[in-house]
């Protein structure tokens, strides 16, 4: 096996070989089925590595089972990679896309065994795709803030995945209550991200709480396959007996090199910090000129901002009050710059806090402000990252008064960073002796400073409440309170963004606002506290200011009357012309601003932007006339309209676009000349297809029996350990077959369009639209029918009842409300809805004990199995 996995890495990596200790790694998951509780490994020592092993292992497994043989213990479906930026998060999610890649290439491979491993997970899965649509067997998923959520992981469970997350993201649907997800897909998530997973939180040292919610719910999830928690880190602390290097990665000569690559420390100290830091990090800095793109971090954006006019040369900066949109200008601009490779053209690259965490750069040489010692340690794997330089230099700029300064007087000079950060600092710095090597690093504990907050940990409690996820809780959990690191300081941010159009009559601007609110890509943070930025930024504005904020679910826009009504939470919109930038950054120390921009248009995502584009009322009401927006014959009229104001691509937006693709909103009043035209792109790319229609009806028995048997081929795929479900295989291939019987109710059979003498539908008749119905649902007659054809069994008729996320634990009808007047109804069934459901019912009580008796993610897990099968055989038309 040793000597495949060093084929199949050298042909993804280019011909680079495993490192000892990734090898004990593989070897040890393969014994065991299980990932180390820790993993430590110096930067640059190759930690990304953990993608290659879990595929490949997964891969291996299931050719063994093939062969007949138990060689290689199971390990999980799905590997999650956890990293705190979203910077890291696309780096992890493109890595593992190349993969992906080269294992859709494999027939092209120059080793067979690519193939193998293609042919292995291919075979794993389940959903029947084109392979147009899905052309690698690997699945890769990105769940992280401004980019659409892709929801194809959810499809199949019992494939080889990579999912690549922020902190937020998973950590929310861990515990049921994920970001930006949908009230009915809690339990699909909850199930999939909390079982036959591992999850690698990448620099734990920096997600402790994270650590600590994920470990208690692996403590609660039923073993073999419940959730396996990978604390990762390049820094020892609060890290316990780590998988890591060994006296033979020490005779490894590349990776010797990379974990022991020169790197000097040297340290300027400076008389008075706030007059004499910013000349000595520009005069050191420039010192290095030559060598490179020099790495220049400090610990505020305007310190950023004063470093970056005062360098003589091509200069970038990054930092946090920038927009995605313009950080993504700014790569195609400098390619190379925010990689190993570099620029060439880039001089000086200047950033705060933004980039000393994951990305993947390779400095000739860096100078910094001091910071605490677990920023500069990040700051320091920037420097001569593959080891190929004789000398590079990390320069720390601090005050020389440091090692006598009372720590508290300290505080506000060196904020957001405490004065106690910042001695501890100095202290460990005089520790690495000179020396800022990965090795020096990993060998020299990182101090620890204050006494960390004492907040409760998650409990069985909570989880049970995370578990009633179709109902409005009054008390509900707050996921980012077991998610984020505890803080004393309430966030006390806005973002910004900058549009144009918004001096036309309010009533205009509020409805384009409200119809295309701005996108992740368009916002900067900005900190309530930054009170002259603040003023600054709204008097640039002059008069034109709106604020958007969310309450209670509902958004609202108003003109801004000062700035003293912004709250945090709030997102700030400006006219585009305002110049308040400085190379992108919302700020403006000296010379001469640049506007903000508006960046609509400039999704980084590569999807149909949204747009807004100015028109005259008196055209549009012409060509338009009474047609409804929504149908083909207005939207032909507004592109010619459209195209004559210079906007073509949205003109071939909207007669290219299918109509629940592009969302259209005409924004006018009668007093004003000019109206806003609002398209804005639905993004169903990232979903699911639609349920799919074929040419023949699909009946409701066809239906329950295609489930059923996709069901059963899911978990052969799956290749489970005995006794692994909880529950026999038996009772969850007869809950899919009998999952969709409520059906068969006239009301249900009346919306799907089904003939009065034909049998009854699943899925709308051919060329029948179904309407939205009122709320009734099929699933609470479905339980009953389960319960009554399964001699009282409540794992069917509890799978079967809260698959699609219904039921968890209440339903809304008594069972009068769920018959609904249907007196052809079977005796048994209305006696088992009165059972379940009626007024002394044992629905919720059942559901209580079995969660209790599996453990809440997995009842989730295996309702998301049956939700699986069903979207599967659905999206194929059956």
């Known amino acids: 096996m040793l000597e495949r996995f060093r084929r199949f890495f050298a042909v993804t990596n280019g011909g680079a ?154 950590g929310s649907r861990l515990l049921g209550r994920g970001f930006r997800g949908s009230r009915l897909s809690r339990n699909l998530e909850m199930g999939l991200l909390g079982h036959d997973v591992a999850v690698v939180v990448d620099e734990a040292h920096l997600h402790g709480r994270l650590v600590e919610t994920a470990s208690k719910v692996a403590s609660l999830s039923a073993p073999p396959i419940g959730l396996q928690v990978v604390a990762m880190s390049a820094t020892p602390n609060g ?84 927009r995605p949109a313009d950080v993504a200008a700014m790569r195609d601009r400098r390619p190379g710059l925010l990689e190993p490779r570099g620029n060439a053209d880039v001089d000086f690259l200047v950033s705060t806090q933004s980039l000393e965490v994951g990305v993947d750069l390779d400095l000739p040489a860096i100078v910094t402000a001091i910071a605490p010692a677990a920023a500069l340690a990040q700051r320091a794997g920037r420097l001569n990252r593959g080891g190929r330089r004789d000398d590079a230099v990390l320069t720390v700029v601090a005050p020389r008064t440091l090692a006598t300064a009372k720590p508290e007087t300290l505080d506000r000079t060196f904020a957001p960073y405490t004065g106690a950060d910042i001695v501890a600092a100095a202290t460990w710095l005089a520790q690495l002796e000179g020396d800022a090597s990965p090795a020096r690093i990993s060998a020299t504990p990182l101090p620890r400073t204050g ?86 930024v709204v008097t640039a504005g002059d008069g034109s200011c709106w604020v958007m904020r969310s309450e209670q679910g509902r958004r609202s826009a108003e003109r801004l009357a000062a700035p003293d009504d912004l709250a945090p939470g709030d997102t700030l919109i400006v006219p585009a012309a305002s110049r308040i930038c400085t ?30 584009v100015k028109l005259s009322r008196a055209e549009v009401e012409a060509a338009v006339g009474d047609l409804p927006l929504g149908g083909r014959k207005a939207r032909g009229a507004l592109a010619s309209l459209v195209a004559a104001a210079g906007a073509h691509d949205v003109a071939d937006a909207l007669a290219r676009l299918r109509l629940r693709d592009l969302a259209v909103t005409w924004c006018a009043v009668e007093e004003d000349e000019h109206g806003l035209l609002v398209a ?33 081929r899911i978990v052969g795929a799956l290749d489970l350990p005995s006794g692994a479900l ?53 699933e609470q007659l479905s339980a009953a029918v389960a319960w009554a054809n399964s001699d009282r069994d409540p794992v069917q008729a509890v799978i079967v009842a809260g698959h699609h996320g219904h039921g968890l634990p209440l339903f809304d009808r008594d069972p009068e409300a769920v018959l609904d007047g249907w007196g052809d109804c079977e005796r048994a069934v209305r006696d088992a809805l009165d059972e379940l459901f009626g007024p002394f019912g044992v629905y919720e009580r059942e559901r209580l004990r079995l969660q209790r008796s599996l453990g809440v993610h997995r009842l989730a897990y295996l309702e998301a199995l049956l939700r699986c099968a069903d979207m599967q055989v659905s999206r194929e038309g059956r």
Request: hydrophobic share 45%; glycine share 8%.
């Open 583 to 612: 190379a992108g950054v919302i700020g403006v120390p000296r010379g001469r601003p640049t506007p903000i921009g508006d960046v609509m248009r400039r999704r980084p995502d590569g999807l149909t932007p949204d747009a807004v």
């Open 680 to 712: 804005v792109a639905t993004d169903h790319d990232g979903r699911l297809p639609a349920i799919g229609v074929g040419r023949d009806a699909v009946t409701l028995d066809a239906h329950g029996i295609e489930v059923e048997a996709r069901l059963v």
């Open 726 to 778: 909880g529950v026999a295989l038996e009772q969850l291939a007869q809950a899919a077959r009998w999952h969709d019987e409520g059906k068969r109710h006239p009301r249900f059979q009346r919306r799907m369009g089904a003939p009065p003498d034909g049998p009854p539908l699943a899925k709308p008749a051919p060329g029948h639209v179904a309407d939205r119905g009122d709320g009734w649902r099929h």
């Open 17 to 170: 070989r495993p490192y000892p200790w990734q090898e004990a790694l593989l070897a040890s998951i393969a014994a065991s089925g299980r990932w180390p509780a820790a993993i430590a490994a110096p930067t640059g020592s190759g930690k990304s590595s953990v993608v290659d092993i879990h595929v490949f292992l997964v891969a291996e497994r299931e050719r063994a089972r093939a062969a007949g043989r138990d060689t290689i213990a199971r390990p999980p479906r799905r590997l999650v990679l956890v990293a705190p930026r979203r910077v890291l998060v696309e780096d992890q999610f493109l890595r593992a896309q190349q993969l992906a890649e080269a294992i859709a290439r494999a027939e092209g491979a120059s080793d067979p065994i690519v193939g193998e491993v293609a042919d292995a997970l291919r075979r794993l899965t389940t959903s029947e795709v084109d392979e147009a649509e899905q052309p690698s067997p690997l699945g890769v998923t990105r769940l992280r803030g401004g980019v659409r959520l892709d929801t194809r992981w959810r499809l199949d469970p019992a494939q080889c995945q990579v999912i690549c997350a922020t902190p937020q993201m998973w």
């Open 239 to 322: 890290v316990a007996a780590a998988h890591g290097l060994t006296e033979a990665d020490s005779a490894d000569p590349e990776l010797n090199r990379r974990v022991r690559a020169r790197k000097r420390v040297e340290l300027v100290e400076v008389d008075d910090w706030r007059r004499d830091a910013v000349p000595a990090i520009v005069e050191h800095a420039e010192a290095h000129r030559g060598l490179g793109t020099v790495g220049v971090f400090v610990n505020t954006v305007e310190m950023a901002l004063h470093v970056a006019a005062k360098l003589d040369g091509e200069v970038e900066l990054v930092c946090g009050r920038m």
């Open 451 to 536: 006494d960390a907050l004492a907040v409760p940990a998650l409990t069985g409690v909570e989880l049970e409440t995370a578990a009633m996820s179709s109902v409005v809780l009054a008390a509900d959990i707050e996921p980012a309170f077991y998610v984020e690191e505890p803080t004393e300081q309430a966030d006390r941010s806005i973002s910004i963004a900058g549009r144009e159009h918004l001096d036309l009559a309010p009533e205009v601007v509020r409805q384009a606002l409200l119809a295309a609110p701005p996108r992740a890509h368009e916002l900067a943070a900005l900190s309530l506290d930054a009170r002259r930025l603040i003023d600054a």
